[in-house]
């Protein structure tokens, strides 16, 4: 009845920052509300009312999908301003000194300042950027237990984890294929540690792109005819300090990251 093949074709057209303004908890309950036609499109307050009637129509074309970006990255500004620093810097495990936040991302310092601008040596793009500012919103400052759990596993990853294989997991197997080299580079770069005898896998390293978010990621050689794999588990505390979608977001902006260095250093 919606015009929709499914939530996920909804979701897709979102912005991904869970802001609220609609009156859901997050960005994947408003797709599903919508689906069901609970909600419609125009709900979304990053959505034009004159594209939001058409499901056909791409909503990921041009400028509109840049400005309603932008409009979502206002919006998570807009709750930084309103945050306190100081607190959220201790809960997300990051320094604060002089009005300024500095956490490490992806074994790299971001600085955000009272107004929620996001400045570090390297490019900042949206794949870091809307998840950096949503864990200093939603880290609840739990530590980590050291209980590994597939994306699928996790509260809300039912919805995510197959998008998750694809955009994440497959693209990071196939770099680790052509250069397995680059692991102890990448160990280095990303602040990580060995982390043996974990799911009998040939290769195992737990990467830390935020404080209290840790990913192991766990690498099987082919052998016998049998292909490689590779698979990424979070801890089972990782949505106390990082809502689903940004944990994915995350994902897509490490295997971003890895993917470059690759390209640089892999040759």
């Known amino acids: 009845m919606t015009g929709f093949s499914s939530h996920l074709e909804v979701l897709k057209r979102l912005p991904g920052t869970n802001c609220r303004e609609c009156r859901q908890a997050s960005c994947l309950a408003f797709s599903v ?9 125009v709900d979304c307050p990053y959505q034009e009312a004159d594209d939001s009637t ?8 041009g400028s509109s999908l840049e400005r309603d970006m932008q409009l979502a990255l206002e ?24 009005g300024e936040m500095t956490l490490p991302c992806l074994g790299k ?7 929620g601008i996001i400045r570090a040596d390297c490019h900042v793009n949206r794949w870091v950027s809307f998840p950096l ?24 990853g039912a919805d995510w984890w197959r998008l998750f294989g694809q955009r994440c997991e497959k693209p990071l197997k196939k770099v680790i294929d052509e250069y397995t080299e680059l ?20 290769i195992a390293i737990v990467l830390r ?21 590779l698979h990424l588990f979070f801890d089972s505390t990782a949505e ?28």
């Open 33 to 41: 509300a919508v689906f069901q036609g609970k909600k419609t499109l």
């Open 54 to 61: 058409d499901p056909r129509k791409d909503a990921g074309a």
């Open 75 to 98: 919006n998570l500004r807009r709750q930084i301003r309103e945050t306190d620093l100081a607190q959220a810097a201790q809960r997300c495990g990051a320094l604060y000194h002089q």
């Open 109 to 115: 310092p971001f600085r955000i300042d009272a107004a």
């Open 133 to 156: 500012l949503n864990y200093i919103l939603d880290c609840t400052g739990q530590e980590p237990r050291g209980d590994w759990l597939p994306l699928r596993d996790l509260k809300g």
């Open 183 to 202: 692991l102890e580079l990448l160990v280095e770069i990303f602040a990580g540690e060995p982390a043996p005898d974990l799911f009998n896998s040939d």
């Open 209 to 229: 792109p935020l404080p209290r978010l840790p990913i192991l990621l766990c690498y099987w050689k082919s052998e016998d005819g049998m292909d490689s794999s």
């Open 240 to 267: 106390e300090n990082l809502k689903i979608e940004s944990i994915y977001s995350l994902g897509v902006g490490l295997v971003t990251m890895f993917e470059k260095i690759a390209l640089t250093h892999g040759k």
